[in-house]
């Protein structure tokens, strides 16, 4: 079960995000068009992930993330990502509190960037 404090540092933050901890739609598809190399985390659960996703993402749940964590690379840019947001946010914060600090969360989130006419897989 996901700890409430996660969920109320999720709901602060989408309110007042921070500049440095956050990834536009525009910026991401951008450095995808660039090459760069980061890891993409969705924790939308896995029926969420099969309508469609960003190419190239890692599904793990959000429910799940506290007990899978070690599966998300410390040595990489991470990008959380989910429907719109929220989950993407709870998720930064709780790979910061796992000792991770190259996280930002994707504005929007994946309705986002199939808004903005991006593909999905």
Same mark, same amino acid.
């Given at each position: 079960?996901?700890?409430?404090?996660?969920?109320t540092?999720?709901?602060?933050?989408?309110?007042?995000?921070?500049?440095?901890?956050?990834?536009? $739609?525009? @910026?991401? &598809?951008?450095?995808?068009?660039?090459?760069?190399?980061?890891f993409? !985390? #969705?924790? +939308?659960?896995?029926?969420? $992930?099969? @309508?469609? &996703?960003?190419?190239?993402?890692?599904?793990?749940?959000?429910?799940? !993330? #506290?007990? +899978?964590?070690?599966?998300?690379p410390?040595?990489?840019?991470?990008?959380?990502?989910?429907?719109?947001?929220?989950?993407?946010?709870?998720?930064?914060?709780?790979?910061?509190?796992?000792?991770?600090?190259?996280?930002?969360?994707?504005?929007?989130?994946t309705?986002?960037?199939?808004?903005?006419?991006?593909?999905?897989?």
């Amino acid at each position: 079960m996901l700890d409430q404090k996660y969920i109320t540092k999720a709901q602060t933050f989408l309110e007042n995000p921070q500049e440095d901890k956050v990834i536009t $739609v525009d @910026e991401l &598809k951008d450095a995808i068009d660039d090459g760069k190399h980061f890891f993409l !985390l #969705d924790v +939308r659960m896995p029926d969420e $992930v099969a @309508e469609g &996703k960003i190419p190239g993402v890692v599904n793990i749940p959000l429910p799940e !993330l #506290d007990s +899978r964590w070690s599966e998300v690379p410390k040595d990489k840019n991470i990008i959380t990502v989910c429907a719109r947001g929220g989950r993407a946010a709870a998720a930064m914060f709780i790979l910061q509190d796992k000792g991770y600090n190259k996280i930002h969360t994707l504005l929007g989130g994946t309705l986002g960037w199939i808004q903005e006419g991006n593909k999905v897989e």
